[in-house]
Nanobody, 120 residues
Framework: QVQLVESGGGLVQAGRSLRLSCSASGSISSINVMGWYRQAPGKQREFVAFVASTGTTNYVDSVKGRFTISRDNAKRTVYLQMDSLKPEDTAVYYC??????????????WGQGMLVTVSS
């Protein structure tokens, strides 16, 4: 079993910053990709950013230059630094992690989601 614990969401004014965190625990052998998705009210869940075990990162165009994803492998934690936030960034943010369990079986898990609200 692999669990994710997210933190850092909340209410912030436009132009300000927030940092989201997501820590993985459980029967983990290795972690491959750690990423963030979001779902705005009335919209489908969308990809935001990922960081691979190699350090490769990728972002959706709408957050490039404003958001930075990083990971601490020792802590099995991924971060999303969100700067210059806009009201359109308001959404429930979900962490997503995949890798190999202690049984060497592939796993993919989602966090419970946390609300980020950006006021204008």
């Amino acid at each position: 079993q692999v669990q994710l614990v997210e933190s850092g969401g909340g209410l912030v004014q436009a132009g300000r910053s927030l940092r989201l965190s997501c820590s993985a625990s459980g029967s983990i052998s290795s972690i491959n990709v750690m990423g963030w998705y979001r779902q705005a009210p009335g919209k489908q869940r969308e990809f935001v950013a990922f960081v691979a075990s190699t350090g490769t990162t990728n972002y959706v165009d709408s957050v490039k230059g404003r958001f930075t994803i990083s990971r601490d492998n020792a802590k099995r934690t991924v971060y999303l630094q969100m700067d210059s936030l806009k009201p359109e960034d308001t959404a429930v943010y979900y962490c997503n992690v995949d890798g190999l369990g202690s049984d060497h079986e592939y796993f993919e898990v989602w966090g419970q989601g946390m609300l980020v609200t950006v006021s204008s």
